[in-house]
């Protein structure tokens, strides 16, 4: 392996059980097949993600995140209208957005929206800001690519001191100026929980630590142990800004079934149409089978049996220390049932052996071995 | 100097650029990076993901080095210091990205590569293109000794021999088997939307992709 996970040692790590891990689902709204096989319409497939998240509700796992996409292979283009769907008919899941593409929305209205979700939900809005992997909202909504950096760095500084609830005074370049404006709803809470969410690059790692904002890593190729250094540098930048580094999370796709075998056989055909799709755009040659097979068995695709993806996900929980793990689900035109399946499996079978194989590490004795 | 590591300048530090120098620091070289702005701006991010590289300006870091990598976003290519790179062995690992570098006329020549794009910019004839094709994740987890099974390849493409081996060697420093594929030319090949790109295979399977 190419980093050791030492960086933990050094800088005094917390036993994990201080912060109990949170666990998530995310979905983007892929487009699921019913149970005759065909593709279910873009509404019957929003109407699927909230019945996997009332699901999700009732067996307790802790959060939903939905991904903000405009594009055909995905129904989700504006995830709090359906998370403020799944809020009136759920209790205590939280409802994030996974992301919110920040550089082509508006950050006042960013606010409201969620604002809004979190009236609706007794304060369960959760914001996760992005620059999004995609590009298609920036001609949709009259943005220009060249202006990428400029859009996210402008408007993440104006969501930091709109997220305070105090009256704005703000000037930029990329919207209109703000002098003392009061933004309504005011939450009951007086904070929206947000967090940034990033990809490879070590300037948003950066950033997020200059706002304060807790950190998502996107680990969606590659092993995750890769990210130890990206910690370390958020933690690091925390230190010189002065701001709290102590919630990092991880958001990484998956899959999960009976067997090994069944979840690999499920998940493939999906996962080559979703990538192949995406890959046209950019370029890449169709997924070969081998690239898969690998992924799954070396990297990040967690997926496999409950037992598999609870050792995997323990794993990379521990090597990096985080303390949220959100998995992906559902990419692709996968079989409805089929993600419910997975959704009870990882509530009542994958999360509480991973609750286990946490616990044995902190047991005496144990700790040397990490 | 005493010091007889070789040296090996980095433009760009971002995703790519940092993996090239915690990998070419790992290799023993003495790596100076830089981003577009001062050195100050990507200090703490070169201490903690490339401990032991460099932070420096574009300019200092050239004259550090005679082999330079140019890992900056391929857009972006007008704003190379070319003055200082006449002399230098210089390595292009950029693609053409549009959601980053948005639609380009000149990129996009379906008969040139981009590398010969940027060769008659730097009017650099020494420009030979590698460590392209494969994304920085899996550069950074695949780099592997000499001789270790499995050992992932990196093709390399220019037009001059001597420099081809030069960059052959680095790749081999780096962690990977060198696949000359032939001249500059033959590196479009590697570039997004050819089979080759995002190959992160060995050397046999490698040459299949390119068809040699
Ligand atoms: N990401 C990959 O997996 C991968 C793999 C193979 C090849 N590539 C290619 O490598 C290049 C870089 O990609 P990336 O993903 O690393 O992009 P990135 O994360 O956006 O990083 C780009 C870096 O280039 C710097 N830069 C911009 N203009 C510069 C200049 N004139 N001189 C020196 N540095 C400059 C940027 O600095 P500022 O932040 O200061 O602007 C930033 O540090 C692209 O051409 C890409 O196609 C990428």
């Known amino acids: 392996m190419t980093h050791?996970?030492?960086?933990?040692?050094?800088?005094?790590?917390?036993?994990?059980?201080?912060?109990?891990?949170?666990?998530?689902?995310?979905s983007f709204g892929d487009i699921p097949t019913d149970d005759t096989g065909q593709l279910m319409t873009y509404a019957g497939a929003i109407r699927q993600v909230v019945k996997e998240a009332v699901l999700a509700d009732k067996l307790g796992i802790d959060v939903i995140a939905l991904g903000e996409h405009h594009r055909s292979d995905f129904s989700i283009s504006s995830p709090e209208t359906v998370l403020a769907g799944i809020a009136t008919r759920t209790k205590n899941i939280k409802l994030a957005s996974g992301v919110t593409v920040l550089s082509s929305d508006d950050p006042v209205r960013v606010f409201e929206r969620f604002a809004t979700l979190d009236a609706l939900s007794n304060g369960r809005a959760q914001i996760i800001l992005g620059r999004g992997s995609f590009t298609e909202s920036f001609p949709l909504f009259g943005y220009e690519l060249r202006d990428y950096e400029v859009l996210f760095e402008e408007k993440v500084q104006l969501m930091a001191e709109i997220l305070k609830e105090k009256p704005v005074t703000w000037t930029?370049?990329?919207?209109?100026?703000?002098?003392?404006?009061?933004?309504?709803?005011?939450?009951?809470?007086?904070?929206?929980?947000?967090?940034?969410?990033?990809?490879?690059?070590?300037e948003s790692v950066i950033r997020a630590a200059r706002y304060g904002f807790p950190l998502m890593l996107a680990v969606i190729g590659g092993s995750p142990e890769r990210f130890v250094p990206y910690v370390e540098l958020y933690k690091q930048a925390g230190a010189q800004f002065g701001t709290p580094t102590d919630e990092i999370g991880l958001h990484s796709p998956g899959f999960i079934a009976d067997t090994d075998e069944e979840a690999v056989e499920t998940a493939w055909p999906a996962h080559k149409i979703n990538f192949d799709r995406i890959g046209h755009s950019r370029g890449?040659?169709?997924?070969?089978?081998?690239?898969?097979?690998?992924?799954?068995?070396?990297?990040?695709?967690?997926?496999?049996?409950?037992?598999?993806?609870a050792q995997k996900m323990a794993k990379t929980i521990r090597t990096l220390g985080i303390t949220r793990f959100d998995l992906v689900y559902g990419g692709g035109p996968m079989p409805a049932k089929a993600r419910l399946?997975?959704?009870?499996?990882y509530a009542t079978k994958v999360i509480p052996r991973i609750r286990e194989l946490l616990a044995e590490d902190d047991k005496p004795g144990k700790k040397a071995a990490r | 100097m005493p010091d007889n590591r070789k040296a090996l300048t980095i433009l760009g530090a971002g995703k790519l650029g940092i993996v090239l120098a915690q990998l070419a620091v790992r290799a023993g070289y003495v790596?100076?990076?830089?981003?577009?702005?001062?050195?100050?701006?990507?200090?703490?991010?070169?201490?903690?993901?490339?401990?032991?590289?460099?932070?420096?300006?574009?300019?200092?870091?050239?004259?550090?080095?005679?082999?330079?990598?140019?890992?900056?976003?391929l857009g972006k290519y007008r704003t190379i210091p070319k003055e200082l790179l006449a002399d230098k062995l210089v390595i292009d690992?950029?693609?053409?990205?549009?959601?980053?570098?948005?639609?380009?006329?000149?990129?996009?020549?379906?008969?040139?590569?981009?590398s010969e794009?940027?060769?008659?910019y730097l009017g650099n004839p020494r420009l030979v293109k590698a460590f392209s094709h494969m994304g920085y994740h899996h550069l950074l987890d695949e780099a592997k000794p000499s001789?270790?099974?499995?050992?992932?390849?990196i093709a390399v493409a220019g037009d001059n021999q001597t420099d081809n081996e030069s960059v052959a060697a680095l790749v081999n420093d780096l962690g990977f088997d060198p696949l000359l594929i032939g001249p500059l030319h033959a590196g479009k090949q590697l570039e997004p939307g050819h089979e080759a790109f995002g190959a992160n295979v060995d050397a046999g399977t490698l040459r299949q992709y390119v068809g040699l």
């Not at chain 2, 001789?147 to 390849?153: E, L, M, T």
């Open chain 1, 284 to 309: 890449w040659p169709p997924l070969k089978r081998e690239h898969f097979d690998e992924e799954v068995a070396k990297y990040s695709l967690h997926i496999g049996s409950p037992e598999t993806v």
């Open chain 2, 31 to 73: 790596v100076y990076i830089a981003g577009s702005a001062g050195a100050e701006k990507i200090r703490l991010t070169v201490q903690v993901l490339a401990p032991g590289a460099i932070a420096a300006t574009a300019d200092d870091a050239i004259r550090q080095s005679d082999i330079v990598i140019l890992a900056l976003p």
């Open chain 1, 172 to 202: 930029g370049t990329t919207r209109a100026p703000l002098a003392g404006a009061e933004i309504y709803p005011r939450t009951e809470s007086g904070r929206i929980h947000t967090s940034i969410g990033v990809g490879g690059s070590p």
């Open chain 1, 4 to 26: 050791k996970p030492d960086e933990s040692d050094k800088s005094g790590k917390k036993p994990r059980t201080e912060k109990p891990i949170s666990f998530g689902l995310d």
């Open chain 2, 93 to 114: 690992a950029m693609n053409y990205w549009w959601e980053v570098d948005g639609e380009r006329d000149d990129l996009a020549n379906p008969q040139s590569s981009s």
């Open chain 2, 147 to 153: 001789g270790s099974p499995g050992r992932k390849a």
């Open chain 1, 341 to 345: 399946h997975m959704i009870e499996l």
């Open chain 2, 117 to 120: 794009v940027v060769r008659d």
